[in-house]
Nanobody, 126 residues
Framework: QVHLVESGGGLVQAGGSLRLSCAPS??????????IAWFRQAPGKEREFVAG???????YYADSVKGRFTISRNNAENTIDLQMNSLEPEDTAVYYC??????????????????WGQGTRVTVVS
């Protein structure tokens, strides 16, 4: 099993920043075989890919967040962090951490991820 716990959501003004953290754990988690990705889901919309990282350090971003968001490994805290800068009201959503094994490629399709956290809410007000 793989367990994912997100933290760091909240309310922020447009142009501000937030940092989300995802803490993976469980006997089934192997960081060399899993990719971690962040998805988000806004009210009335489908869940969408935001950013993902492989154990090799390879990162991939959705066009909508490129240049504003940074995904990284925090080895000291054993977390995967999502630094979100220049936030816009359109970034308002519940953000989910997810993991997939099978070699750990970063894919943008949420159906490819078998493990999910409970989500953390991000609200950006103008």
């Amino acid at each position: 099993q793989v367990h994912l716990v997100e933290s760091g959501g909240g309310l922020v003004q447009a142009g501000g920043s937030l940092r989300l953290s995802c803490a993976p754990s469980g006997s089934g988690f192997d960081k060399s075989n899993h990719a971690i990705a962040w998805f988000r889901q806004a009210p009335g919309k489908e869940r969408e890919f935001v950013a993902g990282i492989r154990w090799t350090g390879y990162r991939y971003y959705a066009d909508s967040v490129k240049g504003r968001f940074t995904i990284s490994r925090n080895n000291a805290e054993n977390t995967i962090d999502l630094q979100m800068n220049s936030l816009e009201p359109e970034d308002t959503a519940v953000y989910y951490c997810s993991a997939r094994g099978q070699g750990g490629a970063v894919l943008v399709d949420s159906a490819s991820y078998g493990y999910w956290g409970q989500g953390t809410r991000v609200t950006v007000v103008s």
